[in-house]
T-cell receptor, first 114, second 108 residues
Framework: DVKVTQSSRYLVKRTGEKVFLECVQDMDHENMFWYRQDPGLGLRLIYFSYDVKMKEKGDIPEGYSVSREKKERFSLILESASTNQTSMYLC?????????????FGEGSRLTVL | DAKTTQPPSMDCAEGRAANLPCNHSTISGNEYVYWYRQIHSQGPQYIIHGLKNNETNEMASLIITEDRKSSTLILPHATLRDTAVYYCIVRVGNQFYFGTGTSLTVIP
């Protein structure tokens, strides 16, 4: 059974803390994505990566960074968490190419910043 | 700029067909339309995708207009477990652009 696994379902952090959200996929996918989901705003792309050590900014990269040292792992980093980063974070992966495959999601990580 | 627009909410009677519309008026000729749904507290799950032709699988049917500016996801016999948020997505290369989704409530 194919899987995208996010390290934590629920996290509570304090303002100013450094936060790591980890994502691992077992499908040997080249592409990996981080989205955040907020009520009324749908899913917004933060960063994506189409290969090891490669990354591209999405629509809302400010306040975030990412790391892709291995093909199966894509990490989202909040250098100094703020309350407006309280959100649901979703990791996904896909095979490359137009129309050749779907996007597989993890279960999500709900982050609360106090 | 939103690539897709969807109504924010819809109701459907149990056992009836649910028809969920989506506008993607700026879609280009080689960009696919995908549909996903998200049940509360879970990650979105794939339903179906298509380019030009209508598509059907065990979950749903996808009707794409000839000009490709809009599409409709059809759940032929809605059940209570189909209550979810449904997202219409345009895939541009390796990126997936989500709309804000339609919250479908199936009513007993």
């Amino acid at each position: 059974d194919v899987k995208v696994t996010q390290s934590s379902r629920y996290l509570v952090k304090r303002t100013g803390e450094k936060v790591f959200l980890e994502c691992v996929q077992d499908m040997d996918h080249e592409n990996m994505f981080w989205y955040r989901q907020d009520p009324g705003l749908g899913l917004r792309l933060i960063y994506f990566s189409y290969d090891v050590k490669m990354k591209e900014k999405g629509d809302i990269p400010e306040g975030y960074s990412v790391s892709r040292e291995k093909k199966e792992r894509f990490s989202l980093i909040l250098e100094s968490a703020s309350t407006n980063q309280t959100s649901m974070y979703l990791c996904a992966s896909s095979a490359p190419g137009q129309g050749t495959g779907e996007l597989f999601f993890g279960e999500g990580s709900r982050l609360t910043v106090l | 700029d939103a690539k897709t627009t969807q109504p924010p909410s819809m109701d459907c009677a149990e056992g009836r067909a649910a028809n969920l519309p989506c506008n993607h008026s700026t879609i280009s000729g080689n960009e696919y339309v995908y549909w996903y749904r998200q049940i509360h507290s879970q990650g979105p799950q794939y339903i179906i995708h298509g380019l030009k032709n209508n598509e059907t699988n065990e979950m749903a049917s996808l009707i794409i207009t000839e000009d490709r500016k809009s599409s409709t996801l059809i759940l032929p016999h809605a059940t209570l477990r189909d209550t979810a948020v449904y997202y219409c997505i345009v895939r541009v290369g390796n990126q997936f652009y989500f709309g804000t989704g339609t919250s479908l409530t199936v009513i007993p």
